[in-house]
């Protein structure tokens, strides 16, 4: 059993940073692929980002590409998302994902708000 807790969001205004952090408990990461994804109001949740267990591949959505970086830190058991150049619609409650055969853990989520 893996428990993910996500931290770091906020209000932030439009153009603003934010860096996520996903800490996990239970077991160690290291043998998980991980994943950001986010929900915003009255829409379904959507991928966002995704980092296998080594960080050799990543992956990220058309709307976060060159503004967001996933990245991870086995030793700490923690994943992160680096969020820059925030805009309106990034708004969303963000999700982390623990993903194995047969396994998938998600967090409680952490609330991002961009102002424009």
């Known amino acids: 059993q893996v428990q993910l807790v996500e931290s770091g969001g906020g209000l932030v205004q439009a153009g603003g940073s934010l860096r996520l952090s996903c800490a996990a408990s239970g077991r160690t990461l290291s043998r998980y692929d991980m994943g950001w994804y986010r929900q915003a109001p009255g829409k379904e949740r959507e991928f966002v980002a995704a980092?296998?267990?080594?960080?050799?591949?990543?992956y990220y959505s058309d709307s976060v590409k060159g503004r967001f970086t996933i990245s991870r830190d086995n030793a700490k058991n923690t994943v992160y998302l680096q969020m820059n150049s925030l805009k309106p619609e990034d708004t969303a409650i963000y999700y982390c994902?623990?993903?194995?055969?047969?396994?998938?853990?998600w967090g409680q989520g952490t609330q991002v708000t961009v102002s424009s």
């Open positions: 994902n623990a993903g194995g055969p047969g396994q998938d853990y």
């Open positions: 980092i296998n267990w080594s960080g050799s591949r990543i």
